[in-house]
């Protein structure tokens, strides 16, 4: 059986690292895939129980140098922040102790030595002045330079090198060339102050990295701090306030104003307006009374009231949507494995141009050994491919995180990058262009009765059916407030109506057949009766034994921002088409009405059939296509589609059959996933130009190819620090994506 687990990582330093778990886990028996994302640090590995325990897995990964626990849905909301601030603590504290003897070194080295850039402004020497390097370089080189060698040698015993490896080759080859010159060739040419600086430098970049980068998946953070601790359950006839992880399906809990409520459920008694801005992303807060469902982490804000508990623990729409984001950040984009397989042969590579930069220059040139070898330092220390590693995972993280707090659930960063190639939308109609339930939108009074009189009437005979659209009639008299009477022998005619006594009267109320069959003249009605019917409406007919009453239109009508979020889409380049099992004509009236052009409409589809339609489209063109629906009927043309959309409730979120769920059931998201997707996938590819431009660039003139023409060079010191604001800048660039506005 597969079972899915996440690990989270200790101790990876780049891209490379991720590579390394990643071939360890998938050598493993019985592992099925394996994600290991170096932005958060974490592993998701789908595998099958009879073959492998979590026990295998966690060695898996220890076996390479690394240290690994299992993520349970149950763990603490600040146990991650609490990792990540211990992790920034220690970058802190080796920073400062490298500084403490880097700063001396590099001022004794620079300013006090014959060789150093400054002297000559000086002119003074420090007596032992090597020796002094020596004993300054040593403890940086070797207790906070540890790590370094520690996580190259794991690389070495996987079979490969990584981002540390470089950096300890680059030092170690300036440390072990300086003490050679100073304690045994005797003389003054040493390096000591640039492989201190170099690890400092590195230090740096990753504390530095480490601050912003933690700030990435702030968004889940966040959700996760909504759930309160306490719950206030009716248990014995008494409240007890007990651990929300006590609270069991079909307790009573109680909610006061302004507080928290703990888990999903249906109110039983009382009302309020309740905040679910953090959920659903919707900014008003919605009315509840008894009956309506609450979400768990959603703030009550005025009334008190009690309701029943139908989903706690992991099953709460809130540990959904926290394990669906957090899915989604494990997952890779498509374009990851370009930058994987670049990482993965980027160190074997580099070492290969530093050993040729040095032989050219050494050999082939000329050049002192010295100057060789600092040219081999900084082609090892600025090719780092951190930034590489980090273009990707920070922008879904941070992309991800945006869609949540709008409502917007995209599930992983495949999803995220196929959105935005889409071309062309099917949106289904019943429930996600039209609000799924219809209303009365045309009462049409005649034979002297006014509006609410035939309401009235039409109402009180259709009280006690249980047709659809007779429920539509009674609750919009109850929402004009008009009464309603009880009618008696009401008898329903298939295919035809109702008929019921009502004060001391016989009423008809059905379709034109049912006025045919009683002899009730509909000649003078009959130009309103095909206006309302050529605009999609179900126009009914009300009389008594000699005359007609009146015409009452019902229909299902399109949601508010239906247009809006049509006309957006096409602004951006994207078709939108209506699918739906009506038929033609109320097809193309709701389409009118939504701004779909006539030629984009199926109708009369059965909703297996709709799949199949997907299909032809996606064949058409050779285009993505994004589907819009219910998660329902329309699971298989969900699933069809290169992005399939589910209208979420706020609280089916869970849906599978969607790549991406709208919490808010509001089209305008529809428009708003497709901007997202489009900025997060311009923010991945800036981070890739960068990075990749970066490494193409600073190669070449670490190697020292502007040297012979105008006699720069690029000291590895410069190149450490370099290498470390690469990654920061790809990070910072990927938080940017927070700003930007998705309406």
Request: charge should be neutral; hydrophobic fraction near 45%; glycine fraction near 8%.
């Amino acid at each position: 059986m597969t079972k899915k687990i996440r690990l989270s990582i200790e101790g990876m330093h780049c891209a490379s690292c991720a590579a390394v778990i990643t071939r360890s886990l998938m050598k493993t028996p019985g592992v099925q895939t394996a994600n290991v994302n170096y932005a958060t640090h974490k592993a998701t590995i789908a595998f099958n129980d009879a073959i492998a325990q979590e026990n295998d897995l966690i060695k898996a990964v220890e076996k390479k140098g690394y240290r690994a626990h299992v993520m349970t849905g149950e763990e603490d909301p600040d146990a991650q922040r609490n990792r990540e601030a211990k992790e920034t603590r220690k970058l802190h504290t080796a920073f400062l102790f490298s500084l403490a003897f880097t700063i001396p070194a590099l001022i004794i080295g620079m300013v006090f030595m014959t060789d150093g850039l400054l002297y000559s402004l000086f002119d003074f020497e420090v007596a032992y002045g090597p020796f002094w390097l020596f004993l300054l370089a040593t403890p940086v080189q070797f207790i906070i330079g540890w790590q370094f060698y520690k996580s190259a040698w794991s690389a070495l015993r996987a079979g490969g090198a990584n981002m540390d490896t470089l950096i300890a080759l680059g030092t170690t080859a300036a440390y072990v060339y300086s003490v050679y010159t100073i304690f045994i060739a005797r003389q003054d040419t040493q390096y000591f102050e640039i492989s201190a600086a170099l690890i400092t430098f590195v230090i740096l970049g990753k504390l530095l990295e480490s601050m912003p980068k933690g700030k990435t998946s702030d968004a889940i953070r966040k959700l996760m701090g909504l759930a309160p601790k306490i719950a206030t359950v009716i248990r014995g006839g008494q409240e007890m306030e007990i651990p929300i992880d006590e609270v069991i399906t079909g307790d009573i809990l109680v909610v006061k104003p302004g507080g928290k409520i703990p888990v999903d459920g249906e109110i039983t008694d009382g009302s309020s307006a309740v905040d679910e801005a953090m959920i659903t992303g919707e900014s008003i807060p919605v009315e509840k009374g008894v009956g309506s469902q609450v979400i768990g982490g959603t703030i009550n804000k005025h009334g008190s009231f009690r309701f029943k508990a139908t989903r706690v623990g992991a099953n709460t729409t809130l540990s959904q949507i926290v394990k669906l984001i957090e899915d989604a950040q494990g997952q890779k984009a498509p374009i990851q494995r370009f930058a994987d397989a670049i990482s993965s042969y980027f160190v074997p590579i580099v070492i290969g141009i530093a050993i040729l930069t040095f032989s050219i220059w050494y050999f082939a040139i000329g050049e002192p050994f010295g100057f060789a070898l600092q040219t081999a330092i900084a082609v090892l220390v600025i090719a780092c491919p951190c930034a590489l590693g980090l273009a990707t995972p920070t922008a879904v993280m941070v992309g991800t995180g945006k869609g949540a707090q709008h409502g917007i659930l995209i599930k992983g960063g495949e999803a995220l990058e196929n959105a935005h190639k889409v071309r062309a939308v099917v949106f289904d109609k019943t429930g996600t262009i039209t609000n799924g339930t219809p209303k009365v939108t045309n009462l049409v009074p005649f034979h002297g009765i006014n509006e609410r009189t035939l309401l009235h009437i039409a109402a009180s005979v259709e009280k006690n059916s249980e047709h659809p659209l007779a429920e539509s009639i009674v609750n919009d008299a109850k929402h004009k407030n008009v009464p309603m009477r009880d009618a008696s022998e009401f008898k329903a005619i298939p295919g035809h109506g109702v008929t019921a006594q009502l004060e001391g009267h016989t009423f008809f109320f059905g379709n034109v057949k049912l006025m045919a069959q009683h002899g009730i003249d509909i000649s003078f009605a009959q130009a309103e009766l095909i206006k309302l019917e050529n605009e999609g409406k179900t126009a009914m007919l009300l009389s008594n034994e000699k005359h007609l009453l009146g015409i009452v239109a019902v229909a299902d009508t399109i949601k508010e921002g239906a247009p809006r979020a049509i006309a957006r889409l096409q602004k951006m380049g994207i078709t939108p088409y209506m699918i739906t099992g009506d038929n033609k004509r109320t097809a193309a009236a709701i389409a009118t009405q939504a701004g779909i052009k006539a030629e984009h409409v199926f109708a009369e589809v059965l909703p297996q059939d709709k799949a199949e339609h997907v299909k032809r489209l996606q064949q058409h063109g050779k285009q993505k296509v994004a589907m819009v629906g219910d998660g329902v009927n329309d699971a298989p043309a969900l699933a069809q589609a290169d992005i399939g959309i589910a209208m979420g409730s706020g609280t089916d979120v869970a849906m599978e059959t969607g790549s991406v769920v709208l919490m808010r059931n509001d089209l305008e998201d529809v428009p708003r996933a497709f901007r997202l997707s489009r900025i997060t996938m311009s923010k991945i590819r800036q981070n890739m130009f960068w990075a990749l431009f970066y490494n193409v660039l600073g190669i070449p003139v670490a190697a020292g190819v502007l040297y012979l023409s105008t006699g720069w060079l690029l000291s590895p010191i410069l190149a450490g620090a370099a290498m470390a604001l690469s990654s920061v800048s790809v990070v910072t660039n990927s938080l940017l994506l927070k700003y930007k506005r998705l309406a």
